[in-house]
């Protein structure tokens, strides 16, 4: 058995800011402290309320809002590129530039907006997958905004009809710049010729099974260089109780959340365990940036309420969500 000291040693090699460099905004949390008993159970509920609907309606939407939101939709793929690069300079501590990058995404959604938005930047190319085919689901009204706004910005380092054009053949089904496989095996070894040089996502990697797999996949296909950044969301998901018990989910043993979970609810990996799976794969300068934080009287008012496993010294629990960066 690990002693304390050696726990500590390992939590201070894996700590999610040990190799942080850049301007890093962190959200602190701080929810209201209720009691331990009505988190727990209300929790549970909404568990078991998730799993239900999982089951009658399957996995309808990856977002809050509806996709008739238009401008909402909008401004949320904006923001989503933005963070990206905002983050990908910070830490490459350069201006980094997606100009004549291959980039893939893991879990695009429901619309193609982050690929225009790319390929608008100077990215060679854009490849994803899903394992839910939730592209149809966006009406064409939303492309006429966002290519309005991409032409306002004037940020289109390509003719925008022809970027609609790659919009349009991506929603056929062709292959162009915009590459879209819809597959239920998440098999990623498909694009081990794409010259993958940037591989982004988007509150995904939580909702992987087998996380190690995806990691494993990334490795192979991945160009020397080549850079991964992945916004993690590792609290609770279902708004209600997100506001005041964001760490709601960490509160049940291993077997009563796995039988309410099912594909596409959080995995409670914390950040340490992907810095540590990406380190033994070879990865450089591999960091886990918080973003948002929960505060320390929340932290303590239900550390004696939470599963072992998250209490250890390397689990650093107050982080809510992450973003995550390695170099092949």
């Excluded at 193609?112 to 009406?139: E, K």
């Excluded at 279902?238 to 018990?245: A, G, K, L, N, P």
């Excluded at 998250?310 to 992450?322: E, R």
Aim: hydrophobic share 35%.
């Amino acid at each position: 058995m690990m002693s304390t000291q050696s726990r500590v040693a390992e939590a201070d090699n894996y700590r999610i800011d040990k190799y942080c460099r850049g301007d890093y905004p962190q959200k602190k949390i701080e929810p209201e402290i209720r009691s331990q008993f009505f988190c727990w159970v209300s929790g549970l509920l909404i568990l078991m309320a998730n799993k239900l609907r999982h089951y009658l309606q399957g996995y309808i939407t990856p977002r809050t809002f509806s996709v008739d939101d238009l401008e909402r939709c909008v401004d949320y793929d904006f923001g989503v590129v933005g963070s990206w690069c905002h983050y990908l300079a910070s830490y490459t501590d350069t201006e980094y530039s997606v100009v004549g990058k291959n980039v893939l995404e893991l879990g695009p959604g429901a619309d193609f907006g982050n690929a225009a938005i790319l390929l608008a930047r100077g990215a060679s190319s854009y490849h994803s997958i899903d394992v839910n085919n939730l592209i149809d689901q966006t009406p064409d009204e939303f492309y006429d905004r966002l290519f309005s706004r991409l032409d306002e910005y004037g940020e289109c380092s390509m003719d925008v009809g022809s970027l609609r054009q790659e919009v349009r053949d991506a929603q056929a089904g062709m292959k162009g710049l915009i590459n879209y496989v819809h597959d239920q095996d998440f098999d990623l070894t498909r694009f081990k010729d794409e010259s993958i040089g940037l591989v982004v996502s988007q509150a995904v990697f939580e909702a992987f099974e087998d996380y190690e797999a995806i990691l494993r996949q990334l490795t192979d296909i991945m160009e020397p260089g080549g850079v991964l950044i992945s916004e993690v969301d590792i609290s609770t998901h279902t708004r209600w109780i997100r506001d005041f018990d964001p760490l709601n989910i960490y509160r049940y043993p291993n077997w009563l959340f796995r039988s309410m979970s099912f594909p596409g609810s959080p995995s409670r990996i914390r950040p340490h365990e992907y810095i540590k799976t990406l380190q033994e794969l070879g990865w450089r300068n591999v960091v886990a940036i918080p973003i948002r934080i929960a505060s320390q009287d929340y932290v303590e008012s239900i550390e004696n309420n939470i599963g072992k496993r998250f209490n250890d010294p390397a689990g650093q629990i107050n982080a809510l969500s992450i973003m995550l960066c390695a170099t092949r």
